[in-house]
């Protein structure tokens, strides 16, 4: 039993990726299904699936690869804010990732956003991960 979900799901796309695997299975939770579907509408995995075993909800994410080589379109996902540290940014200090060619996402009042949409709503927040 892990204590930070996020930290594992990104680990387990991390580790899927450097494998070449399709499908990554990663436990359902409301701020994991969030991430998801941030994930997807940025185009870092092709679909999403929920599905139920054993009485536990779980997300199939399956990843996208670009050509013959399958070369991974995520190259690099970190964690930013952990439980043991929390890390907070205002509106004026929104991480910019590699010239805005990679997303940071937060956790703000407004849900969990990219700081593309963070910027343009002029809020801050808890940063969770930056992905590129």
Not at 77 to 99: A, D, E, Q
Request: charged share 25%; with cysteine.
């Amino acid at each position: 039993m892990t204590t930070d979900r996020i930290a594992d799901m990104l680990t387990r796309i991390r580790n899927a990726n450097l494998v070449r695997h399709q499908i990554v299975r990663v436990i359902k939770t409301k701020i994991i299904f969030s991430l998801t579907k941030i994930l997807k509408e940025e185009g870092y995995i092709s679909s999403f699936e929920e599905i139920e075993i054993d009485n536990k909800k779980y997300l199939l994410l399956c990843l996208k690869y670009h050509n013959q080589k399958r070369e991974p379109i995520i190259t690099g996902i970190k964690r930013i804010s952990k439980p043991g540290l929390r890390v907070y940014v205002n509106k004026s200090n929104l991480p910019n990732i590699l010239n805005n060619l990679g997303i940071a996402i937060l956790s703000t009042s407004k849900g969990i956003i990219t700081n593309h949409k963070a910027r343009k709503l002029g809020i801050g927040g808890e940063v969770i991960c930056y992905i590129w």
